[in-house]
């Protein structure tokens, strides 16, 4: 396989990479009982969802169309998987559309539960004179204790709308008692080990313990990095079990989306042109704000490789690091914004106008959410099967067209 006959720019998946980290998952599955989702939001690429069906219990959406998403690609109720919506606040026709196939329904507020009951009840007879399982219904909790950094990402600070808080839950249930509500939500990790969720759940249980008995399932959130190298997954595993057991086996889910995706494939780019201000600056094919918008949310700078082609031959160098080696260059995309910048790098060899550039680990929260700020085109899709690629999809101007 040649990187240089991928068309640029490109998202790649190397299946082996995801096969790699779904038998990880698994293997928290059958080791602590607890049924793992995989949260759309943070990777959707459904072209390749035959191999993530094998492993995983369903998908968690965030609202209506993640979860016609999960029913069309990934399979519902009728094949025994679950597909776990919550939204922070559902719409009438989006509440109608999601009793045809979700199977569980999370609330962020009673008055959202109290709005739609009586819908879900109605649909839960027809289900159940049709012997199918009926929508179970969860309510979304905010503990009040999360270690996510930066605070955009923390679902706790303070005056968050996510989740109900430990006082406002104790006046819902005065005022409209638990029935009807099977599960407790509560999603507070982001790229975390197994430590916070031990920290974590202290605060939960501290504020919710004496509603989990009488709860079918508790679900965990996502946020849990499984997949990455450093993972304690020994102590994720003991942490379940010993909820389960303690809480007569209930049911636990966890909903990780990067956890799938993570270091399963790559964004390759060109290199455009080269300009100097003060240091060289590589204008690439590809953008930080249209095709990897968490190098400036989050913010992170990406690991990248260059490939050269040298006498008709692929030649690789990693990145040394910045101002680490004798060539350095700083990395921008082709919009008008001036902070779409990827970050600075550095070579032993000289960067060439067409040589490649391959940014590890595109494969999570990228393709999501991308976009076509400036008209920038939308990168191409494409997998790695047995060393082979493969062009999944590719985007034309109609695309931009039809999103203005
Ligand atoms: C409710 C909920 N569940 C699951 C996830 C997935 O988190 P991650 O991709 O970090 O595992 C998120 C991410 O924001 C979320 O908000």
């Given at each position: 396989?040649?990187?240089?006959?991928?068309?640029?720019?490109?998202?790649v998946?190397?299946?082996?990479?995801l096969k790699?980290n779904?038998e990880?998952?698994?293997?928290?599955?059958q080791?602590?009982?607890?049924?793992?989702?995989?949260?759309l939001?943070g990777?959707?690429?459904?072209?390749?969802?035959?191999?993530?069906?094998?492993?995983l219990?369903?998908?968690c959406?965030?609202?209506?169309?993640?979860?016609?998403?999960?029913?069309?690609?990934?399979?519902?109720r009728?094949?025994?998987?679950d597909?776990?919506?919550?939204?922070?606040?559902y719409?009438?026709?989006?509440?109608?559309?999601?009793?045809?196939i979700a199977?569980h329904?999370?609330?962020?507020s009673?008055?959202q539960?109290?709005?739609y009951?009586?819908?879900?009840?109605?649909?839960n007879?027809q289900?159940?004179?049709l012997?199918?399982?009926?929508?179970?219904?969860?309510?979304?909790?905010?503990p009040l204790?999360?270690e996510?950094?930066p605070?955009?990402?923390n679902?706790?600070?303070?005056?968050?709308r996510?989740?109900?808080?430990?006082g406002?839950f104790?006046k819902?249930?005065?005022?409209f008692?638990l029935?009807?509500?099977?599960?407790l939500h509560?999603?507070?990790?982001?790229?975390?080990?197994?430590?916070?969720?031990f920290?974590?759940?202290?605060?939960f249980e501290?504020?919710?313990?004496p509603?989990i008995?009488q709860?079918?399932?508790v679900?965990?959130?996502?946020?849990?990095?499984?997949?990455?190298?450093?993972?304690d997954?020994?102590k994720?595993?003991d942490i379940?079990?010993d909820?389960?057991a303690?809480y007569?086996n209930t049911d636990?889910?966890?909903?990780?989306?990067?956890?799938?995706g993570?270091?399963?494939?790559?964004?390759?780019?060109?290199?455009?042109?080269?300009v100097?201000?003060?240091?060289?600056i590589?204008?690439l094919?590809?953008?930080?704000s249209a095709?990897?918008?968490?190098c400036l949310e989050?913010?992170y700078?990406?690991?990248?490789k260059?490939?050269?082609?040298i006498?008709?031959?692929?030649?690789?160098?990693?990145?040394k690091?910045?101002?680490?080696?004798?060539?350095?260059?700083?990395?921008?995309?082709?919009?008008?914004?001036?902070?779409?910048?990827?970050?600075?790098?550095?070579?032993?060899?000289?960067?060439?106008?067409g040589?490649?550039?391959?940014?590890?680990d595109?494969m999570h929260?990228?393709?999501?959410?991308?976009?076509?700020?400036?008209g920038?085109?939308?990168p191409?899709?494409?997998?790695?099967?047995?060393d082979?690629?493969?062009?999944?999809k590719s985007?034309d101007y109609?695309?931009y067209k039809?999103?203005?």
């Open positions: 396989m040649k990187f240089f006959d991928i068309p640029s720019p490109c998202y998946l190397q299946e082996e990479k790699y779904l990880i998952l698994n293997n928290v599955r080791h602590s009982g607890a049924k793992i989702l995989l949260a939001k990777y959707a690429f459904w072209r390749r969802f035959e191999l993530v069906r094998e492993y219990n369903g998908c959406a965030s609202g209506i169309y993640e979860a016609l998403l999960a029913f069309e690609e990934f399979g519902g009728e094949i025994k998987k597909i776990c919506v919550f939204s922070p606040a719409k009438d026709f989006e509440i109608q559309q999601l009793l045809g199977t329904i999370i609330f962020n009673f008055a539960w109290q709005k009951k009586n819908k879900i009840e109605i649909k007879k289900l159940q004179s012997g199918f399982t009926k929508i179970e219904v969860g309510l979304r909790l905010n204790y999360s996510v950094q605070p955009i990402y679902p706790c600070i303070k005056g968050s996510l989740g109900i808080t430990p406002e104790e819902g249930v005065k005022e008692g029935e009807g509500i099977e599960g509560f999603h507070t990790h982001c790229e975390q080990n197994s430590d916070a969720l920290r974590t759940l202290g605060h501290k504020y919710f313990s509603y008995p709860m079918k399932w679900n965990f959130g996502g946020g849990h990095h499984i997949t990455r190298a450093d993972y997954i020994e994720l595993i379940l079990k909820f389960k303690r007569c636990v889910f966890l909903e990780p989306g990067e956890a799938i993570w270091q399963s494939g790559f964004l390759i780019g060109e290199v455009i042109d080269i100097w201000n003060g240091m060289y590589a204008i094919d590809v953008s930080a095709h990897m918008p968490d989050m913010p700078r990406p690991n990248v260059k490939i050269s082609l006498d008709k031959k692929e030649v690789f160098e990693e990145d690091g910045v101002n680490k080696a004798k060539y350095a260059y700083r990395f921008g995309g082709h919009t008008c914004l001036a902070g779409d910048i990827i970050g600075d790098y550095s070579f032993d060899s000289e960067l060439k106008i040589d490649r550039i391959l940014f590890e595109m929260y990228s393709i999501v959410k991308n976009n076509t700020f400036n920038m085109p939308l191409g899709l494409g997998t790695i099967q047995e082979k690629f493969i062009l999944l985007f109609n695309n039809d999103r203005n």
